[in-house]
Nanobody
Framework: QVQLVESGGGLVQAGGSLRLSCAAS????????MGWFRQAPGKEREFVAT????????NYADSVKGRFTISRDNAKNTVYLLMNSLKPEDTAVYYC??????????????????WGQGTQVTVSS
């Protein structure tokens, strides 16, 4: 009963930056952690980052640690993913999802639900 809509994807040069947004458009009755995943052509969907409902705790995949920053604005029901120092390997469809937990951070695909439609990020070299 909650819809997630990602936006902000696009084409950028390697080394550039991009900020993705994920807005919850439906009524929410639970405060939960949020996560970002990505899926490149021919590859499985992989974990990128997650943030607790309060925003006090975050976790990142090793491949993006130090380059990506996840944040959220609960007043706007929106979570963000700031991507810096982008690499061609970051090219993928990026998905936002709601976690089943409030404060526990998980990188497991099965711990998330209410997936968005995804937004394409393409990094050229």
């Amino acid at each position: 009963q909650v819809q997630l809509v990602e936006s902000g994807g696009g084409l950028v040069q390697a080394g550039g930056s991009l900020r993705l947004s994920c807005a919850a458009s439906g009524r929410t009755t639970a405060s939960v952690a949020m996560g970002w995943f990505r899926q490149a052509p021919g590859k499985e969907r992989e974990f990128v980052a997650t943030i607790s409902w309060s925003g006090g705790s975050t976790n990142y995949a090793d491949s993006v640690k130090g380059r990506f920053t996840i944040s959220r604005d609960n007043a706007k029901n929106t979570v963000y993913l700031l991507m810096n120092s982008l690499k061609p390997e970051d090219t993928a469809v990026y998905y936002c999802a709601r976690s089943r937990f409030m404060s526990r951070l998980s990188n497991a695909l099965t711990d998330y639900g209410s997936w968005g439609q995804g937004t394409q990020v393409t990094v050229s070299s």
